[in-house]
């Protein structure tokens, strides 16, 4: 089969599936083609751009796969970095500055004290907190 982008004399587009290009010219030069706006038979190939095949398509996860993944990430946080809870943003600043030991920490902070780190350069990031079921 082969697909064709089709217009009318007034200019009209659609589109239409052919065996092959001899079977379009002789519906075409028949009359057996017609717009489905106008119902012209007077058709002509429209210009296409060509179909070109990817050697693969990326796989799209679906959302259990992403719920999945985004509640691992959160067991390896949790057990590898330290929960300040709503001291984050302070905990964060201390870090930055050298005023208590590099560490992985956790933990919740306003819109407001998130703009702030940023604006300080404090480099920090925001992961959907999922609970661990669904139930």
Known sequence: MIHYQLKCQAGHGF??????????EKQAAGGEIACP??????????????RVAKSQEPAT??????????????RA???????????????????????????????GATPEEATALKEEGIEFGQIPWLPETDA
């Not at 589109?15 to 379009?24: C, P, Q, V």
């Not at 706006?37 to 060509?50: E, G, I, L, Q, Y």
């Not at 996860?61 to 959160?74: I, K």
């Open 15 to 24: 589109e239409g599936w052919f065996r092959n290009s001899d079977t379009f």
């Open 61 to 74: 996860p679906s959302p259990a796969q992403v719920r999945e993944a985004l509640r691992t990430l959160r």
């Open 77 to 107: 946080v949790e057990g590898n970095c330290e929960h300040v809870g709503d001291r984050f943003a302070e905990e964060a600043r201390k870090i930055h500055y050298g005023e208590t030991e590099a560490r992985g920490i956790y933990g």
């Open 37 to 50: 706006v106008c119902n012209d038979t007077k058709v002509d190939r429209a210009p296409m751009a060509p």
